[in-house]
């Protein structure tokens, strides 16, 4: 496939147009092949290309030459050398900028002055071709500054159904074109510029499917935010129309990205104190959006003290903001819960990983009963009755299986059943019960304690729902909290066991009152150490 891309920007490289516009040719190229697609590209700023004349000699000469002679006769060639011309252009004034307008009257030439009839219904009138340019298709790829393309683009929609005839080209249009130069907010660009590389693998194929449509139809963000983003980003102040520090603008447009629906019942008040600026400002999160206090008036219920560039390098993504906190490069003080929830406050929503697909639907979360019920089915149906014990703990371990079988197993689910159906098997074969009572608490104290200097340690499994799901498996905060949970579990039960050991007969009243301390002490630290940690 020939491949001509005219990149219509006067920013040239730098064009927020020409990214999507590479996007959707590396989709082609994906799905051609490096080797089957050909490609010319023309940056109208950088070609000599004047405006026409209007003087027609080109109509006039029998070869269709142009009296300037500039870079437009090479154009000229690869137009008709290309199957398909991709137009990628910012909108400017609802319609293409001005040097790709030149570039368009400027083909002229590829016209005899004849006129002929127009038969797709667009306009009346036209000139025919003098080359073969049947079969050619044309893309236009184009973004602009407004929320959305909805109503922006008759212009040049009716310019083009001119051109290649009505409907006769694919669009990729994109509003909100602005933010693809955004670092901060590339997890929501690079997904929309990941639907037009399938957009241009699809383009390869025939076409783009109205469901790839679609989805490029959609907002890169809801209007309110991106208008707010948008209004805060020049760093002047909407109220009183002057200048404001660089660090204010930066926290109206982290403000703009508040969803609302994360509001649990309770105002929260962050404050951005910018340590290295002398600037503090607070964002008052309601139920409504986010409000931006700048005159000291709000009482902070959160307070982020840091530089102005830490938090620019979290904000890009350059740095994890856990491992930032954890180096110490900022500190938080107050009610360290709006940190942990972060992503529901201020995230995109873009970064959600996606489910893994399973008969029938989402899996649901491991659970940490899944682990649970063997054991305790084993230390209670075993201290109840030694004789019936083999026999409810294994109805239990069945019960439990079936109920919570649309929960993701964790391998620690698997180890604790296959502990206690071998202690089971063990009471069959006629082991003593004090010793499997013992062996038992060994066998789960061991679990907790080898886990807590594992990858991941046993309990991260099962509350990483309530901190973002996967990705907190990647927080060295929330690994390093569990990992000492872990440990101080299995110090418990590996004391139970000594316990069991030297006063056999209170080894029911060991394992109920041992655990005690240690619930205690996972209560109180898991909130208790990140802020720690937080407070530097
Ligand atoms: C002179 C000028 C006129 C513009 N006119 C419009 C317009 O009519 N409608 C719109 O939504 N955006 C308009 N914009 C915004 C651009 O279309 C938008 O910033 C676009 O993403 C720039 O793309 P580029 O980086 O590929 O040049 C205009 C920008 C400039 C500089």
Known sequence: ????????????????????????????????????????????????????????????????????????????????????????????????????????????????????????????????????????RNVIISTCGFYTTEGNYDGVRAQFDHMCGKGGYEEVLCGQGELFRVPELAERTDAYLQIVRHAGAEFAQGGITASTKEELAKLLFPRKTFEAMADASWGISR???????????????????????????????????????????????????????????????????????VWQEIAQGKVSGVDALAQHRYSVTGDFDLMIRWDDYFGSGADEEPSQPTDGGKEKPPVMLAMLIPWVAFWTAFSISPTLGPAITLAACAIGTVVLARHERTVYDTLSLAAVLTLVAASLAGAPLPTLQCASFVAFGLMWLVSALWFVPLSAHYVKGSYGGNKALRNSIFLNTNRIICLVWGVTYLASAVAALVAPQATALISELLPVPAAVFTVVFQRWYPAHVARG
């Not at 051609?32 to 109208?44: F, I």
């Not at 204010?248 to 609302?260: E, G, K, V």
């Not at 910018?274 to 409000?291: F, K, M, N, Q, S």
């Open 1 to 136: 496939m020939r491949i001509l891309a005219i990149n219509g920007s006067p920013k040239g490289e730098r064009s927020n147009t020409w990214r999507l516009t590479q996007a959707f040719l590396d989709g082609i190229a994906q799905q051609l092949g490096p080797d089957a697609m050909e490609l010319r590209t023309v940056c109208v700023r950088d070609v000599d290309v004047r405006p026409c004349l209007g003087c027609f000699s080109c109509l006039r000469n029998e070869s269709g030459t142009c009296c300037l002679h500039d870079d437009m006769q090479g154009i000229i060639a690869s137009r008709v050398w290309a199957d398909v011309t991709i137009w990628s252009f910012p909108l400017y004034y609802f319609g293409v900028p001005g040097p790709l307008k030149n570039l368009i009257d400027r083909q002229l030439p590829m016209s005899l002055p004849f006129m002929v009839e127009r038969t797709d219904g667009v306009g009346n009138g036209s000139h025919p071709s003098r080359h073969d340019m049947s079969g050619k």
């Open 239 to 309: 109220e009183t129309g002057q200048a404001e520090d660089e660090a204010i603008s930066f926290t109206r447009q982290m403000a703009a990205l508040y969803n609302p629906a994360s509001h649990d019942g309770t105002d929260r008040i962050l404050e951005m104190d910018y340590t290295d600026r002398g600037v503090r400002c607070c964002i008052v999160l309601g139920p409504e959006g986010a409000t931006v206090v700048t005159d000291g008036s709000a009482t902070p219920t959160t307070s982020v003290h840091t530089p102005f560039g």
